[in-house]
């Protein structure tokens, strides 16, 4: 479905955005990942991609740093030759109530989950405007939809993220280039492992169990590819009925 396609998935390491990777590196296309510091888990995650047989490099990169960002953006259009689908999937979690709920830990998960994806767009946005195609899949959250106890931060940087979508997809529409973001409820990833085991949430999920990083990288894989051509600017939930 992707043969020959260059993809950049952020936070493409571990859970999800691993999944993402060997979904699409089983699909024929070249993965560029970035992650945030756990170097042998990014090594780890290469290694199976490159037994797949496309080409796989992984870049330690913040990517809530614009000028980090910008460097690795062109590291990887030089290492690769170009960009066809971008997947802003990096996201981190520190839950509180609002009163104890730090100013620097508000900023920090904003800066990172929504920050680090207008900065990735912004590299990658002038190479699909040009070559007059492009994917963008941004990974939001059934918290940014209904918001969630303890995630001002976490449920903010998420809804900003649907924002985001919708005014890139209309910003592009035109050009050939699509936009959109996945919702995911819970799926099992080191970010809920402290939930998994909690049956009380999976009798909440009318499909009574929690998704897979698979779950996911199956409608990433969708909306990356040209069965999606004409989906842009849509959120679509994927949470086993959680947030009907
Ligand atoms: P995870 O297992 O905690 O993995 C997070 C990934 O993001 C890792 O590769 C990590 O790199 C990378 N990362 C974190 N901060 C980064 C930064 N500043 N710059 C670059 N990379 C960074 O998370 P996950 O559960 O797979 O979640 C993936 C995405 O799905 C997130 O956006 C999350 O909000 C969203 N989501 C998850 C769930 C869920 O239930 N799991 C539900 C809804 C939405 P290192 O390995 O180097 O730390």
Known sequence: MLKEKIAIVTGGSRGIGA?????FADNGANVAFLYAGNTQKA?????????KGVKAEAYQCNVADA???AEVCKQ???DFGGVDI????AGITKDKLVPTMKIPDFDSVV???????????????PVFMKQRSGKIVNMSSVSGLMGNFGQTNYSASKA??????????????????CCNAIAPGFVTTDMTKNLSENNQLKDQIPMKR?????????????????????ITGEVIRIDGGLCM
Request: aromatic share 8%; hydrophobic share 40%.
């Open 19 to 23: 999944a993402i990777c060997k979904k």
């Open 43 to 51: 090594e780890e995650t290469k290694k199976e991609l490159l037994e």
């Open 67 to 69: 000028e980090q960002v």
């Open 76 to 78: 990887i259009i030089a």
């Open 86 to 89: 971008l997947v802003n999937n």
């Open 111 to 125: 800066d990172t989950n929504l920050k680090g994806a207008f900065y990735m767009i912004k590299q990658i946005y």
């Open 160 to 177: 900003g993220l649907i924002g985001l979508t919708k005014s890139v997809a209309k910003e592009l529409a035109s050009r050939g280039v």
């Open 210 to 230: 929690f998704g897979t990083p698979e779950d996911i990288a199956n409608l990433a894989l969708f909306l990356a590819s040209d069965q999606s051509d004409y």
